[in-house]
């Protein structure tokens, strides 16, 4: 367990919202393949405006499981995405420790209400003494800044 007296500093908004483009950006292509796979499973049919419905429930599943794994992924692994490592941002526990498989669950499925409300849950941050955003209080983790390495 680290003490949290050496937990560095929280990111700013704008740090958070670059590596939220930065991460945006790969994720997106991440989908554009998802989706390629699944309209050439379905024969095309995806594209269709009279698809079966079960068809577009499995199309927004897939693109939320690839959004889970490629950020749960990230985080467990070095708790940084590659948006992250660009602004120096790193996922902790709120005690300091690495996120494992639940604590990243526990994050993404705060941060879906919290992102999704317009972002207001992000802007929470602003209001917090610790400068956290609503899904790390929610989730019981943080974002911190790191130290420029020379």
Same mark, same amino acid.
């Given at each position: ?22 991460? =945006?950006?790969?994720?997106?292509? *991440? ?11 379905? !024969? %095309? ?9 079960? *068809?577009?429930?499995? *199309? ?12 749960? !992924?990230?985080?467990?692994? !070095? =708790?940084?995405?590659? %948006?992250?490592?660009?602004?120096? $941002? ?5 005690? %300091? ?6 604590? /990243? ?5 705060? /941060?879906?209400?919290?992102? !999704? /409300?317009? %972002?207001? =849950? ?11 955003? $609503?899904?790390?209080?929610?989730? =019981?983790?943080?974002?911190?800044? $790191?130290?420029?390495?020379?």
């Amino acid at each position: 367990m680290t003490n949290l007296s050496s937990i560095p500093p929280a990111p700013s908004l704008v740090r958070r919202l670059a590596a939220i483009i930065y991460d =945006g950006l790969l994720l997106a292509a *991440l989908w554009f393949i998802a989706t390629a796979l699944l309209l050439a499973i379905s !024969g %095309g049919q995806l594209a269709d405006p009279n698809r079966p419905s079960w *068809l577009l429930h499995t *199309l927004r599943a897939s693109l939320l499981l690839v959004t889970f794994v490629f950020f749960a !992924g990230f985080w467990t692994h !070095g =708790g940084q995405t590659l %948006g992250m490592r660009a602004w120096r $941002l790193k996922l902790i526990s709120a005690s %300091g420790n690495p996120v494992d498989w639940k604590l /990243a669950l526990r994050r993404f499925a705060a /941060a879906i209400p919290s992102l !999704g /409300a317009l %972002g207001l =849950g992000l802007f929470w941050m602003l209001f917090d003494r610790e400068h956290c955003a $609503l899904h790390d209080r929610l989730s =019981g983790s943080r974002l911190v800044l $790191l130290a420029k390495t020379p």
